[in-house]
């Protein structure tokens, strides 16, 4: 799951980012609205959290020009504007939850993953041939035998799993496992990729993790 913080102030995001990260997210930090509204609508996020008041673009704009692109991914509040009439007013822009400053890190992921929860007839279970992956518990099972994964690697399996029977670009797992640091020219997801197919002590009679030479990698049942 990717999330995009919009947030001009470095101490807070730069604890959000990396409390955010150990709970196995993606996070991309936007430190002005005028990034923060270019990241958003070509991201592809699961989540944006936003500051109201920035310099550039605020997040009540950023709110409303995301949701005219974007319908249904949520977008959480988080600012300093403690008024009743503030808070409707940011809600009234599209977002779907409204988090007051100053804020405890506990209750912010739990509101988190309430929106992220998934929506009825949603999935929080998916397979690849005898790997179980749980999107709910964080948990992968290989015939009944757990296999821990780093938070990345478990990104990408939830990444390739959720795709599972379309080609991911290597462009599209960047975007969507790391975050816009990422440094394109090394081998990393190739390394995460071997890992991965190490720990789920992938043989070649069930070889789900396959590559895509020059395009990037798919996750099949043989
Ligand atoms: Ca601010």
């Known amino acids: 799951m990717k ?3 919009v947030e001009d102030e470095p101490g807070i995001s730069n604890f959000l ?3 955010l990260e150990e709970e196995s997210y993606s996070v991309d930090v936007a430190e002005h609205g005028k990034l923060g509204l270019e990241l958003a609508l070509t991201g592809d996020y699961d989540l944006l959290l936003l500051d109201w008041m920035l310099p550039a673009a605020s997040g009540i704009e950023i709110c409303r020009q995301f949701r005219i692109k974007f319908k249904e991914t949520p977008v959480i509040f988080l600012t300093a504007k403690d008024t009743v009439d503030e808070t409707i007013f940011g809600l009234q822009s599209g977002a779907n939850d409204y988090i007051k400053k100053p804020f405890h890190f506990d ?3 739990e509101r988190i993953k309430v929106q992220l929860r998934p929506k009825s007839g949603e999935h929080s279970i998916f397979t ?14 290989k015939e009944h035998e757990e296999i821990y994964l ?3 690697e478990f990104a990408l399996l939830e990444f390739l799993i959720k795709n599972k029977g379309s080609v991911c670009k290597r462009t599209s797992i960047i975007q969507k496992v ?10 990393v997801i190739d390394v995460y990729i ?5 720990k789920l002590k992938l043989t070649t009679n069930e070889d789900y993790i ?3 030479r020059g395009i990037g990698y798919i996750a099949e049942e043989l």
């Open 178 to 187: 790391w975050d816009i640091h990422f440094d394109y020219n090394t081998g």
């Open 150 to 152: 780093t938070q990345k």
């Open 107 to 109: 209750e912010l992921l």
């Open 128 to 141: 690849l041939g005898n790997i179980v992956l749980n999107t709910k518990t964080h948990r992968v099972f």
């Open 17 to 19: 980012k990396q409390g």
């Open 210 to 212: 396959q590559t895509v």
């Open 194 to 198: 071997n890992a991965l197919r190490k």
């Open 3 to 5: 999330i995009l913080i």
